[in-house]
């Protein structure tokens, strides 16, 4: 063989920028600004499901209660939204196909590292009024001090009523804050490790810092603070302990480099997957398999409780869905999970060149070269990874390359630096096929996150290709 013929056996990974036309490149800029978008207006998991159930319903989509309840039998073509306790949804698309010969899903999840307000929150120290917090997620907590945070959450108050309050993202409201030591008094701290530098219970956030008039009151900082609450939102402290506050960066999503070649977000860790399968699903119209997209709550935690993927939730929609079909008995139900093909749509570890360390250079994606095939997750000898049989691999990159899909491979760093999960090996337990695909990102879970914005639309296509041929 000569050299030429030889080099033919090798695989070289492409850049998606290289063969893009000029009107793909201008349809992928402008795929981007959409997404942009939405991530401004779903900075939670539940205000993703209120976008995401809005956005369904502008298609098309259907409420699945809403089908229960009207007797409607379901056909091929069909749509369907089941929403679990605003906090996780999933859309159908009725294929021609027998349910029980499986199922195209993509599977995602919408919540992101954040920072909690603890029931009792509300507090004052030395003239400041502050909030107590707890983390949600992996965090580094150095990156979430003097930084501009926004408060977003629901109240529920005694009368069962339910305010969604958001302060911070209006560019004429307040910010709140968490403050850190200045440098001329840091030494004892500079002096921890970066881990200990901030801890966990000094993540307070600060709200106020003006008293009520009466100075012979309590806490005078405090009830102005309750008093502005009170008087805006008709709230009080007892409220707290029945609502769910989540502080998150303030702001809206950015053009990153001269070249407006990136975008900056926060929560693109895994909103970004949420939004190209969101996409990509509203281009399906009859599909031959039933067509899926999942979006689930608490992965970032473990995936437990009643709106994360060890629920019940998308097992008993399917359920549902099968009914309405006239295909349901448990053993129809147990086949069709078995049966079905999924693309578990979270984020890897894109190459930093200022951090090339922790990663392996052969075996790591990189910005650009479109979405990120990762065989196994996992730390510590693949613990708690899902794995990917080489026969679904087979057909996934088959797919992509018959479709002209710009992909490349990627684990989670080097082995035995560190590692990470999704929500793959969980429904690998039905015994579907499953892979990890999707978005590469720097400093993910920071409250600023990167991504390519050629990245995200050749996501969305990977995406709409398997919903539609796998």
């Avoid at 033919?8 to 893009?20: P, Q, R």
């Avoid at 600060?206 to 012979?216: F, R, S, T």
């Avoid at 102005?224 to 960066?249: C, G, M, W």
Wanted: with cysteine; glycine share 8%; proline share 2%.
């Amino acid at each position: 063989m000569n050299t030429k013929e030889l080099q033919n056996l090798t695989k070289k990974f492409e850049y998606v920028w290289d063969k893009l036309n000029p009107q793909d490149l201008k349809t992928a800029m402008e795929f981007s600004e959409r997404y942009k978008n939405f991530m401004d207006s779903a900075k939670t998991e539940r205000e993703a499901v209120f976008e995401i159930i809005k956005r369904a319903k502008e298609n098309g989509y259907i409420d699945l209660n809403d089908a229960i309840k009207e007797g409607r039998k379901l056909k091929a073509g069909d749509k369907v939204y089941a929403n679990n306790k605003n906090k996780a949804v999933a859309l159908f698309v009725i294929g021609k196909e027998d349910i029980e010969k499986g199922m195209n899903i993509i599977g995602s999840h919408i919540d992101s590292p954040r920072i909690d307000l603890k029931p009792n929150a509300l507090y004052e120290d030395e003239g400041f009024a502050l909030f107590e917090t707890h983390y949600y997620g992996g965090i580094k907590k150095y990156q979430w001090v003097t930084i501009p945070l926004a408060l977003h959450g629901v109240v529920v108050k005694k009368d069962g009523s339910k305010i969604n309050i958001v302060i911070g993202e209006d560019e004429n409201d307040p910010v709140l804050y968490i403050t850190d030591l200045l440098i001329h008094l840091a030494a004892d701290q500079m002096d921890k490790k970066l881990m200990k530098g901030i801890e966990g219970e000094d993540l307070n956030i600060l709200v106020g810092n003006q008293p009520i008039e009466d100075k012979e009151a309590k806490e005078r900082v405090k009830l102005n603070i309750l008093r502005l609450l009170n008087e805006k939102y008709d709230i009080s402290e007892e409220d707290f302990i029945t609502a769910e506050f989540e502080i998150v960066p303030a702001g809206k999503s950015r053009d990153v480099g001269l070249d407006r070649s990136m975008v900056m977000a926060y929560g693109h860790d895994d909103r970004i997957c949420a939004y190209t399968s969101l996409e990509a699903i509203f281009e399906i119209e009859v599909p031959n398999k039933t067509c899926v997209v999942l979006f689930v709550d608490k992965e970032e935690v473990g995936s437990n409780g009643a709106t994360g993927m060890y629920s019940k939730f998308f097992e008993n929609s399917v359920a549902e869905v099968m009914n309405l079909k006239g295909e349901y008995n448990e053993l129809n139900l147990r086949r069709a999970l078995a049966n079905s093909k999924m693309l578990s749509s979270d984020v890897s570890a894109a190459f930093d060149p200022i951090y090339p360390s922790v990663l392996e250079k052969k075996n790591c994606a990189y910005m650009g070269k479109g979405i990120v095939i990762t065989k196994y997750t996992g730390s510590r000898g693949k613990l708690s990874c899902n794995d990917a049989n080489a026969e679904f691999l087979g057909e996934i990159r088959n797919l992509f390359n018959e479709h002209n899909i710009t992909w490349q491979t990627g684990e989670l760093g080097k082995v035995d630096q560190g590692g990470g999960g999704t929500i793959a090996y969980i429904t690998a337990e039905y015994g579907m096929e499953v892979v990890d695909c999707g978005v590469a990102l720097l400093s993910m879970h920071a409250p600023w996150e990167i991504a390519s914005k050629v990245d995200i639309y050749e996501t969305y296509r990977a995406y709409k290709v398997f919903l539609q041929y796998i």
